[in-house]
């Protein structure tokens, strides 16, 4: 049965980039995926002044609401780099808490869909038809904790359910 998420208070809301889980990544630690996320979409463009305010954000919402402003210029290589930034930070994310990473794994092979009302390429849209790229990411990121389960590359002890 094809799991659903989408708010953080809402099932398996720990899915959501939102959730207050942190993550630290090149030794930064970030509140949540989403403040590094955001703040990626200005690495080394024009207006990355704007990082240490998205890094600063007192929530997700307010670091969503900053990256997403038109004011400020994104990089150029944005839509390429970007599947690549969010799946190096929900891996992390997954990585750093085994409370939710136990949660991903006992999901076993079943589909998880970012259930986005309005995104079309992170979740699925209104109508059901987007990309859902966050959940292939999460459906990518449970195999790969599975596969380092398996060949015992990280204690067993560790990250076993
Ligand atoms: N969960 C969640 C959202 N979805 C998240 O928004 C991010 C995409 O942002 P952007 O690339 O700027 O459009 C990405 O992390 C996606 O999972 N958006 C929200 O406004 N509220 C929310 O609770």
């Known amino acids: 049965m094809t799991i659903y998420f989408y708010k953080v208070w809402q099932p398996y809301g720990c899915f959501s980039n939102f959730s207050p889980h942190c993550i630290e990544i090149d030794g930064t630690h970030w509140p949540t995926v989403e403040h590094y996320y955001q703040a990626q979409k200005f690495v080394g463009s024009p207006d990355a002044v704007i990082i240490p305010f998205i890094h600063a954000a007192s929530t997700p919402e307010e670091a969503a609401?900053?990256?997403?402003?038109?004011?400020?210029?994104?990089?150029?290589?944005w839509d390429l780099?970007?599947?690549?930034?969010?799946?190096?930070?929900?891996?992390?994310?997954?990585?750093?808490?085994?409370?939710?990473?136990?949660?991903?794994?006992?999901?076993?092979?079943?589909?998880?869909?970012e259930d986005s009302p309005r995104d079309y390429f992170w979740g699925c849209g209104l109508d059901k038809s987007g990309e859902n790229n966050l959940g292939k990411i999460l459906m990518s990121v449970r195999t790969e904790i599975r596969q380092m389960i398996s060949y015992s590359v990280i204690s067993r002890k560790e990250l076993s359910p």
Do not use: W
């Open 65 to 77: 609401a900053l990256g997403r402003c038109s004011n400020y210029q994104i990089r150029p290589d």
């Open 81 to 113: 780099v970007k599947i690549t930034v969010m799946r190096a930070a929900v891996f992390k994310k997954f990585m750093t808490h085994p409370e939710i990473r136990q949660i991903l794994l006992v999901t076993g092979d079943e589909m998880l869909v």
